[in-house]
């Protein structure tokens, strides 16, 4: 488990799973990192006032890709999976450092005590 005391880069974007490379810059936040493409994407689609209802939005990338392109990319989910655990670690780890219960932790998650002690604690 990562320290809370670790500053963990982002190192792909979490919206279209590509890596970061010397001239890509990510953009992070708490859990989540995005790219300039992204962001330009997202930029263009919001910039768009006539026709575009309030709950548009980018449509995945699986509708126009074959097979053996969709199955490529599950292992960049599964990372992307991964890299959320490890950021909720650490924001657990801030709430424990805090001096937060396990009682609170697992309410705020919607899990038991218990089971967020079982885990998060790292026993």
Do not use: Y
């Amino acid at each position: 488990m990562t320290t809370t005391s670790e500053k963990v880069e982002p190192s792909f974007c979490d919206f279209c799973a590509s890596p970061k490379s010397d001239g890509k810059r990510l953009i992070a936040g708490p859990g989540i990192a995005i790219c300039e493409s992204c962001i330009s994407a997202a930029s263009d689609l919001l910039g768009k006032s006539s026709g575009i209802s309030a709950n548009a939005q980018i449509e995945p990338r699986w509708e126009v890709m074959n097979d053996e392109e969709l199955l490529s990319h599950l292992p960049e989910i599964a990372a992307v999976a991964d890299r959320v655990e490890e950021r909720l670690q650490q924001w657990v780890g801030a709430a424990r450092s805090r001096g937060l219960s396990w009682a609170r932790i697992g309410s705020s998650l919607d899990i038991s005590r218990q089971s967020a002690w079982e885990r998060f604690s790292g026993r």
